[in-house]
């Protein structure tokens, strides 16, 4: 992501900044898929500028046309660079690159592709994930296209032997189903590490048309960075007396709905706080997309975003922006975070954007709204059986998407006085 596409979103929401949550080092190295854990994805070289970008020429190519079957047709790759070094995903079998930043060599590569034994459910990957110890030991990790977690040494790009089973972790594990059919889940965007716990995501079926009612949840979990054991499971279809599973009402044969009904993942990049030690997870719409009469209310934790610890996986706080998902609304980016002074008060802040480009601005450490945020009550749905459809929107910033105006805040707010570095 380019520094100028992120500043236009900065502009766009008018949202007071005074700074970058985190930012990437001044080496300009880019250690993690959002830039920073934050996912601020700003980098502070100046090297190339304005006045030099037309003088840039190609020094090099790596091609991925020899990387799988077939060609990707989205290659949706963010390579980080540590140490001189590129780290990347390539083809639809999702080879682990490693390559020389200054002269493009293939350094080592890595075919974790098991889409044979297990399926694969998307094709398009966002990359790998970085991890040091600090005392010179490294790991690259990425998740296969049949949706198992593998950590690699990232000098040689060999299997760490005593993470997992030789290197792996099966991901099917865990799922509450009986089994879990070849290619119904996966994963398109890379885990993200905090505090040593490597939390993954999930990736299913696109839930507009799906054949049957039941599906596979797709719930988020942590890992230990050393071990790859499993920390923690956060079900975001609340099970049997968790917080949350009132929410989900029983289908036209008296069965309950968080039973059976899947989706719900996280297939949008994490975000997290290191400082604090929490995880942002953007969750998605529950299956199907388009319908949901087969599972009645809110349906706690679709469309939320929902705020973790990131060593036991506890849930902090939570904002549903849509009750009952039956318009494919759900959140498709990583929450960003930031700093804001708002009535002279700073606040730790994370800023979420959806599909309909609106902001939502919440203080990160609580889930509080920064500013007020309306529920409006749509329409009663025609279709039998589908229930009424309900939508929260933020509604007090002054821009909240290009060309969209609304009233400006009764309280003052304070604007940098330079352009923020976002």
């Known amino acids: 992501m380019s520094r100028i596409r992120l500043l236009i979103l900065t502009y766009t929401a008018f949202i007071c900044v005074t700074s970058a949550q985190q930012g990437t080092p001044a080496s300009g190295e880019w250690r993690v898929n959002g830039g920073d854990t934050g996912s601020t994805r700003y980098s502070p070289l100046e090297q190339i500028n304005a006045a030099n970008v037309k003088d840039l020429q190609v020094v090099w190519r790596w091609k991925s046309q020899n990387m799988g079957p077939r060609p990707q047709a989205a290659w949706e790759v963010t390579p ?24 493009g060599e293939t350094l080592w590569t890595y075919r974790g592709d098991d889409t044979a034994e297990r399926g694969a459910v998307r094709a398009n990957n966002r990359g790998v994930t970085y991890w040091t110890d600090g005392r010179g030991g490294e790991r690259i990790l990425f998740v296969t296209p049949g949706y198992q977690l593998v950590a690699l040494n990232a000098k040689t790009g060999l299997p760490i032997p005593n993470f997992g089973a030789d290197g792996y972790v099966d991901l099917w594990k865990g799922l509450d189903r009986p089994v879990v059919e070849k290619g119904t889940i996966g994963a398109t965007s890379p885990p993200i590490v905090i505090r040593d716990v490597v939390v993954v995501g999930a990736a299913l079926r696109v839930g507009v048309a799906l054949p049957k009612k039941e599906n596979v949840p797709g719930y988020v979990r942590g890992f230990d960075i050393h071990s790859g054991k499993l920390l923690w499971t956060f079900h975001t279809v609340p099970q049997a007396g968790e917080t949350g599973v009132e929410t989900w009402g029983k289908d036209s044969t008296g069965q309950d709905s968080w039973k059976f009904t899947g989706n719900t993942g996280a297939w949008g990049p994490l975000t997290g706080d290191e400082e604090l030690g929490y995880v942002y997870i953007p969750v998605e719409a529950p299956s199907g997309d388009t319908y949901g009469g087969q599972r009645p209310g809110a349906n706690l934790f679709s469309d939320s975003i929902v705020c973790l610890d990131a060593k036991t996986g506890k849930r902090i706080w939570h904002y549903q922006l849509i009750h009952h998902e039956m318009w494919d609304y759900d959140i498709p980016a990583a929450p960003i975070l930031l700093d804001v002074t708002v009535n002279g008060r700073k606040i730790k802040a994370l800023a979420q954007v959806n599909k309909t480009a609106f902001t939502f601005i919440f203080d990160r450490t609580n889930g509080q709204p920064v500013f007020p945020i309306q529920s409006a009550r749509s329409l009663k749905a025609t279709c039998p ?7 929260s929107r933020f509604r007090s910033s002054p821009l909240l998407s290009t060309g969209r105006a609304l009233p400006r805040p009764t309280s003052p707010i304070t604007l940098p006085k330079s352009k923020p570095k976002l």
């Open 385 to 391: 059986g589908n229930g009424i459809r309900r939508r």
């Open 80 to 103: 980080l660079m540590i140490g001189g070094r590129l780290y990347f995903t390539a083809g639809t079998g999702r080879t682990v690159i490693a390559a020389d930043a200054a002269t």
